[in-house]
Nanobody, 127 residues
Framework: QVQLLESGGGLVQPGGSLRLSCAAS????????MGWFRQPPGKEHDFVAA????????HYSHAVKGRFTISRDNAKNTLYLQMDRLKPEDTAVYYC????????????????????WGQGAQVTVSS
């Protein structure tokens, strides 16, 4: 079992920055990967970014590439999402997720690839 706890959400003005954290506890896997998804108000979940457990690869959605950076600190068992140049359309509940195995045919952008999910953190971008 893996427990995930997000923190760092809040209200920020357009053009500002926020950093989300996701603390993982329990039985994680060095062959797996972790990711961030988001759910805007009234919409479906969207993939944001993913990173392998070793940090050997990262993957971003087109919407955030160049503005967001995913990283992890294995010593602290913590995943991060640095969000810069935020836009109103980035407003959403952000979820971290963990997978215990390497990505399958659907890839790290598919929700079905993940085994565990956090409770979510609200990010609101507004002036």
């Amino acid at each position: 079992q893996v427990q995930l706890l997000e923190s760092g959400g809040g209200l920020v003005q357009p053009g500002g920055s926020l950093r989300l954290s996701c603390a993982a506890s329990g039985r994680t896997s060095s062959s797996g990967f972790m990711g961030w998804f988001r759910q805007p108000p009234g919409k479906e979940h969207d993939f944001v970014a993913a990173i392998s457990w070793t940090g050997a690869w990262t993957h971003y959605s087109h919407a955030v590439k160049g503005r967001f950076t995913i990283s992890r600190d294995n010593a602290k068992n913590t995943l991060y999402l640095q969000m810069d140049r935020l836009k109103p359309e980035d407003t959403a509940v952000y979820y971290c997720a963990a997978a215990l195995r390497p990505p399958g045919v659907d890839g790290p952008g598919s929700m079905g690839e993940y085994d565990y999910w956090g409770q979510g953190a609200q990010v609101t971008v507004s002036s």
